[in-house]
């Protein structure tokens, strides 16, 4: 029987925002707004932000602002025409392309390509740091997931919701570039959560996995029957449960969804334990990078995201022991939040 885990304890920061939000809204009765009625939107706080310590929300970034470093994942453009004071900005193009590089043994992490970023942004590995995108999304976990990656000192956390919750908390915004401090960044690749292709086959054979493996793909990338460019088969690895990563997001609200329904999804639906090493993996690592962000904020000892996912397994061979399964209807899918 798998152990169920409950995430109801509140962190530090998640019990200072909640304070502070309840605090507000005897403000706000004070002052004379009725009942049912409230100063900011929905998710100024949010059920995530009062539980995980890696996910911070707008109240908690207004009051801690000038502590932490940003990096602002959203696209070019929208970052220049305005983007929260301090922030600098972390392409998805440069983190993707310059995080792995292929060997002779498959993708590996180049850490030195993402500290240079990091120290042209400013940022030191002890400093803590607030990833945001539009909303919470992909690319926000990716980042954060890639900091992890190289040994990131700091804690590093997810503004749940985004910039569309920050501007329409009234948040301050600005479009001059800020001021970057010179800093030193000696990167360190963080063995402990990233997978490695060898790693991914010492736990797969022919009967299937001897660990937890979930696919993040969409279920027709899962069976086969997407075939994406680059790879030489199409399926999943051997045992491998997919559990599509968009079913983590409130897509409505543009944030995580609250702990009880992560809860359902990944320990009672998906039947995992906190106790277990974990893999994660997708097409190129980037969408796995959201279930890798869960369970990390769940509790998980020991998860891992599998750098090269399937661009890297789809181009080996079973009789290598690189084991795949393909066809409809194989394999488990949770679609719990389909």
Do not use: K
């Amino acid at each position: 029987m798998r152990e169920e885990t409950s995430s109801t304890s509140v962190s530090r920061r998640g019990f200072l925002a909640t304070a502070g939000a309840t605090i507000a809204a005897a403000t706000a009765g004070c002052a004379g707004i009725a009942d049912g009625e409230t100063e900011q939107p929905d998710a100024y706080t949010t059920p995530a932000a009062a539980t995980y310590d890696g996910v911070v929300d707008s109240q908690w970034l207004s009051e801690n602002l000038d502590d932490v470093a940003l990096l602002d994942v959203r696209d070019e453009t929208a970052f220049e025409e305005a983007r929260i004071p301090g922030a600098h900005h972390f392409s998805n193009e440069n983190m993707l392309r310059s995080h792995t590089e292929e060997t002779g043994d498959g993708f590996e992490a180049s850490p030195d390509a993402i500290a240079w970023l990091l120290e042209n942004a400013g940022i030191a590995p002890d400093d803590d740091v607030v990833v945001y995108g539009a909303e919470s999304n992909l690319w926000e976990t990716y980042a954060i997931y890639t900091l992890n990656a190289i040994g990131h000192e700091g804690q590093v956390s997810l503004l749940d919701g985004g910039y569309e919750v920050w501007t329409s908390g009234d948040g301050e915004t600005v479009s001059e570039p800020p001021e970057t401090p010179v800093t030193s960044y000696e990167p360190e690749i963080d063995t402990d959560i990233v997978a490695t292709r060898e790693f991914v086959a010492d736990h797969v054979d022919e009967d299937g996995a001897t660990v937890p493996i979930l696919d993040m793909r969409t279920p027709e990338e899962y069976h086969g029957i997407d075939e994406r460019d680059g790879t030489e088969r199409f399926g999943h690895v051997r045992g491998a449960t997919n559990l599509n990563f968009p079913q983590s997001i409130d897509g409505e609200a543009g944030r995580l969804r609250t702990p009880e329904e992560l809860e359902t999804l990944w320990i009672d639906d998906a039947e995992l334990s906190p106790d277990e090493t974990t893999i994660v993996y997708c097409q190129t690592a980037v969408r796995a990078s959201v279930g890798w962000f869960v369970l990390e904020e769940l509790g998980w000892e020991d998860v891992r995201n599998y750098e090269g996912s399937w661009a890297d397994w789809g181009t080996l061979a079973n009789e290598n022991g690189y084991y795949y399964t393909t066809g409809e209807g194989t394999g488990t899918v949770v679609d719990t939040f389909a």
